[in-house]
């Protein structure tokens, strides 16, 4: 597996019109071999996130922003625990996008936003996003049509400035099929540990599967830039779907040319009694 093999199946070029009926989920032919051999590859490679995200702590110059959108069970909160899994948090912020509150509300729907984004040497993970703005907004139409029509282009600007700025942005759109979505709603309804997750609400969101899918055909059909891509990443196998999403991250800070911060000088002649 490797970024060229990964990036002409998975990333989604500039003002590329998708269908998301010709992607499939369960695909897994960028790696040779089976989930055991998936996972060890998979752990290698979060050994080399590992050091990666601390040079780039150590370094302290650039951003890295992570976006995560997917349907409801589509492994959002999986993707994050096993891709993550011993990376120092120091460094490593998560911020997750629920139902606006009152106070966000009253503001451009990018405030919330922005005040979220990565500073220098920080890596931020999106669980959720100012997608949902043209996502479940426009599925429940939540704003007027012309309002979340007019989302898309400002989206493609702010996140060019955020790039502009030094913020490099990798945004994975994990595709599930509604047979795998159904799957895991029944094991939040088995698993008694799993109950938790279960919300009745996301019943009524399942039933309006093909608007979702539309929606996001829309996202990504008019938001991937060179500066800021989607990655379609095929989720129905978790290992799959936690490799796919490795890969790219180190590749992306393998590629970011870092250096750890010049020593003091003398180093060498110290002795400490
Ligand atoms: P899980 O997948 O584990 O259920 P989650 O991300 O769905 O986690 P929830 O608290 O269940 O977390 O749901 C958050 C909800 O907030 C989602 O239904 C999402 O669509 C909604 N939401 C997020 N941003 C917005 C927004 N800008 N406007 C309206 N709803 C939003
Ligand atoms: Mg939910």
Same mark, same amino acid.
Not at 132 to 145: G, P
């Given at each position: 597996?490797?970024?060229? =093999? ?8 500039? #003002? ?11 695909? @897994? ?7 055991? $051999?998936?996972?060890? $590859? ?26 995560? %959108? $997917?349907?409801? !069970?589509?492994? #959002? ?12 948090? /120091? ?7 629920? %139902? ?13 936003? @922005?005040?979220?984004? &990565? ?34 282009? /400002?989206?493609? !600007?702010?996140?060019?400035?955020? !790039? ?16 795998? /979505?159904?799957?895991?709603? /029944? ?12 919300? #009745? ?16 055909? $829309? ?9 800021? &891509? ?21 590749? =992306? ?5 870092? @250096?750890? &911060?010049? !020593? ?10």
């Amino acid at each position: 597996m490797n970024n060229r =093999t990964i990036d002409n199946r998975y990333r989604v070029p500039p #003002k590329t019109k998708i269908d998301l009926d010709k992607w499939d989920p369960a695909d @897994h032919s960028a790696f040779d071999g089976d989930k055991d $051999a998936g996972e060890k $590859a998979a752990n290698k490679l979060n050994k080399r996130l590992e050091s990666l995200q601390e040079l780039l702590y150590a370094e302290g110059k650039h951003k890295l922003l992570i976006v995560l %959108q $997917a349907m409801d !069970a589509g492994g #959002k909160d999986g993707t994050i625990r096993h891709v993550f899994d011993g990376v120092n948090p /120091q460094g490593v912020k998560v911020a997750s996008f629920k %139902q606006p509150t009152p106070e966000e509300l009253a503001h451009d729907y990018l405030w919330r936003i @922005h005040k979220q984004t &990565p500073g220098r040497g920080e890596i931020v993970i999106f669980n959720r996003s100012h997608y949902e703005d043209v996502l479940v907004v426009r599925v429940h139409n939540l704003v007027a049509k012309d309002v979340w029509q007019r989302r898309y282009d /400002q989206i493609v !600007a702010f996140e060019k400035r955020l !790039a502009e700025e030094g913020t490099t942005i990798l945004k994975f759109y994990l595709h599930i099929d509604k047979d795998e /979505q159904k799957e895991r709603l /029944q094991a939040r309804l088995d698993e008694p540990d799993k109950n938790w997750k279960f919300a #009745k609400g996301d019943l009524a969101e399942r039933a309006l599967w093909p608007q979702y899918q539309a929606a996001y055909e $829309a996202v990504l059909s008019r938001t991937s830039t060179e500066l800021a &891509p989607w990655y379609i990443i095929p989720a129905n196998r978790k290992w799959y779907r936690n490799l796919v999403i490795s890969q790219i991250l180190v590749d =992306t800070l393998e590629g970011l040319d870092m @250096h750890f &911060p010049q !020593a003091e000088e003398g180093l060498a002649e110290i002795v400490i009694e």
